[in-house]
């Protein structure tokens, strides 16, 4: 059974704060990680993708993986209340399946 | 391109009846994906359709559920013979290619009274 792992949270950090995110995967065969912002009632927002080791940056979010500990995570720098929402890890499969986690619900607190 | 649009938003109906949603994806997008959600629970696999052809269908999937992508383009999920527990988010999502990101829709609430 090939499975996403979340902590459901929720996540509190002050604002200003880095919030830290974390997944991880069973499939080894995966090469395609995405991270999904969802706010309640809506539906999911892609915000970030990775594919190779490493980080990858875009403005105040860092997506990082490291593909021998089966392990992606999402920094979110400065945070701000508009970014409390529940965060969605997502693995591309072998079949080119997207699996999906239950997702962190992340609070920011003024 | 306004990005994936589903249709209706919010769906209300009664236990036994039918509904039926349309999605239409990101022109040119090849692959198109069904998803459910409930509460606190990430996006569950219903289906998916590489241009017209589905290719796969999830197991537990009651065969009340059917959905069609005719020429490619939107494609329609039907739910016969509604029952409550099907109350949840439908949502639609494509993606360009089989593994490039995927883009969801605002998708649609039903709600089984």
């Not at chain 1, 792992?5 to 604002?15: D, H, T």
């Not at chain 1, 992606?72 to 072998?94: F, G, K």
Request: charged share 20%; net charge neutral.
């Amino acid at each position: 059974q090939k499975e996403v792992e979340q902590n459901s949270g929720p996540l509190s950090v002050p604002e200003g704060a880095i919030a830290s995110l974390n997944c991880t995967y069973s499939d080894r065969g995966s090469q395609s990680f995405f991270w999904y912002r969802q706010y309640s009632g809506k539906s999911p927002e892609l915000i970030m993708s990775i594919y190779s080791n490493g980080d990858k940056e875009d403005g105040r979010f860092t997506a990082q993986l490291n593909k021998a500990s089966q392990y992606v995570s999402l920094l979110i720098r400065d945070s701000q209340p508009s970014d409390s929402a529940t965060y969605l890890c997502a693995a591309l499969d072998s079949n080119y399946q997207l699996i999906w986690g239950a997702g962190t619900k992340l609070i920011i607190k003024p | 391109d306004t990005g994936v649009s589903q249709d209706p938003r919010h769906k209300i109906t009664k236990r036994g009846q039918n509904v039926t949603f349309r999605c239409d994806p990101i022109s040119e997008h090849n692959r198109l994906y069904w998803y459910r959600q409930t509460l606190g629970q990430g996006p569950e696999f219903l289906t998916y359709f590489q241009n017209e052809a589905q290719l796969e269908k999830s197991r537990l999937l009651s065969d009340r559920f059917s959905a069609e992508r005719p020429k490619g383009s939107f494609s329609t999920l039907e739910i016969q013979r509604t029952e409550q527990g099907d109350s949840a988010m439908y949502l639609c999502a494509s993606s360009l290619q089989e593994d490039t990101e995927a883009f969801f829709g605002q998708g649609t609430r039903l709600t089984v009274v």
